[in-house]
């Protein structure tokens, strides 16, 4: 089993920049993609960004793209989301999560069977 620990998160204001670590171990990076999602009070989970190993692929929510880059450091097992001009409305609490196969364009809907505990953003206006 893939453990995940978030962290980096924090009160930032609107315009700022936050980098979010996830540190992965028992995790074979050849074997595994990894995810970011996030969940505000009241929504419903929303997939924020994806990379693969295998493919070499990365994908972005419509809502983050241009703003939010995903990369990973195969040598350290951790992918980083380096999030730029913060809104208020990206104010949730961020998880990661891996799975067992490449992103996919509708990466969203696979199933990651490991899950960190999240880290909160919340950014002010």
């Known amino acids: 089993e893939v453990q995940l620990v978030e962290s980096g998160g924090g009160l930032v204001q609107a315009g700022g920049s936050l980098r979010l670590s996830c540190a992965a171990s028992?995790?074979?990076?050849?074997?595994?993609?990894i995810g970011w999602f996030r969940q505000a009070p009241g929504k419903e989970r929303e997939g924020v960004s994806c990379?693969?190993?295998?493919?070499?692929?990365?994908y972005y929510a419509d809502s983050v793209k241009g703003r939010f880059t995903i990369s990973s450091d195969n040598a350290k097992n951790t992918v980083y989301l380096q999030m730029n001009s913060l809104k208020p409305e990206d104010t949730a609490v961020y998880y990661c999560?891996?799975?067992?196969?490449?992103?996919?364009?509708?990466?969203?809907?696979?199933?990651?069977?490991?899950w960190g505990q999240g880290t909160q953003v919340t950014v002010s206006s």
């Open positions: 999560a891996a799975e067992s196969q490449p992103c996919g364009s509708s990466w969203y809907f696979n199933y990651f069977g490991s």
């Open positions: 028992g995790f074979t990076f050849d074997d595994y993609a």
């Open positions: 990379i693969s190993r295998i493919d070499s692929s990365t």
